[in-house]
Nanobody, 125 residues
Framework: QLQLVGSGGGLVQPGGSLRLSCAASGFTLDVYTIGWFRQAPGKEREGVSCINSRGSSTIYANSVKGRFTISRDNAKNTVYLQMNNLKPEDTAVYFC??????????????????WGQGTQVTVSS
């Protein structure tokens, strides 16, 4: 069974950091573009960042540029989202998703073929 498993969420104070992980179970991630999305209560799902299969191309939402960094370790079958200088408006459930579609990579939900379960990130003092 193909599964993406997102982890690393939690409660952090404003200005703090978290690192989310997206691990694959039952398949290897190295041919997939991986995206991170988030959804806050009452809001639509929003693209946060994505990275192509080789790790050579990335996209970031304007709201997280300079604060978040996406990376991948194909040897560990894992993609990471390092989140620094977190703000209360970053509070959301974060999802990772995988796509086998051709490049250019996109940060829209329709580009992705399957999704992991969410991990909650709460930024609050």
């Amino acid at each position: 069974q193909l599964q993406l498993v997102g982890s690393g969420g939690g409660l952090v104070q404003p200005g703090g950091s978290l690192r989310l992980s997206c691990a694959a179970s039952g398949f290897t991630l190295d041919v997939y573009t991986i995206g991170w999305f988030r959804q806050a209560p009452g809001k639509e799902r929003e693209g946060v960042s994505c990275i192509n299969s080789r790790g050579s191309s990335t996209i970031y939402a304007n709201s997280v540029k300079g604060r978040f960094t996406i990376s991948r370790d194909n040897a560990k079958n894992t993609v990471y989202l390092q989140m620094n200088n977190l703000k209360p408006e970053d509070t959301a459930v974060y999802f990772c998703a995988a796509s086998l579609r051709f490049e250019p990579i996109l940060l829209t939900p329709e580009y992705y073929d399957f999704w992991g379960q969410g991990t909650q990130v709460t930024v609050s003092s």
